[in-house]
């Protein structure tokens, strides 16, 4: 049985910075794409990044360009984000999600399999 967990959500002010990290367990972590998806209320789920099995591509959402960070560590079967100079529009449920597809340029939601509950991040104006 696969299960993705998330940590380190919270609330932060505006200009502040937080790490999310996800773990997962039931599958084999290194075969898997993993992403960082985010919904705020009345919006639709968005893809914010995502990144290859082996670490070596990556993916942004524009609007995290230059702030935000994914990483992973496979020996830890663990995925971060690391978010900086956060912005209250960067308020949302941040959801982990794994998969075993990899699109070069975008992050695309139908392609992961496996989520996460979610973890709650508010930015404070």
């Known amino acids: 049985q696969v299960q993705v967990v998330e940590s380190g959500g919270g609330l932060v002010q505006a200009g502040g910075s937080l790490r999310l990290s996800c773990t997962a367990s039931?599958?084999?972590?290194?075969?898997?794409?993993l992403g960082w998806f985010r919904q705020a209320p009345g919006k639709e789920r968005e893809a914010v990044s995502c990144?290859?099995?082996?670490?070596?591509?990556?993916n942004y959402a524009d609007s995290v360009k230059g702030r935000f960070t994914i990483s992973r560590d496979n020996a830890k079967n663990t995925l971060y984000l690391q978010m900086n100079s956060l912005k209250p529009e960067d308020t949302a449920m941040y959801y982990c999600?794994?998969?075993?597809?990899?699109?070069?340029?975008?992050?695309?939601?139908?392609?992961?399999?496996?989520w996460g509950q979610g973890t709650q991040v508010t930015v404070s104006s």
């Open positions: 990144i290859k099995w082996s670490g070596d591509g990556t």
């Open positions: 999600a794994a998969g075993f597809l990899w699109r070069s340029g975008w992050c695309n939601r139908d392609d992961y399999k496996y």
């Open positions: 039931g599958l084999t972590f290194g075969d898997v794409a």
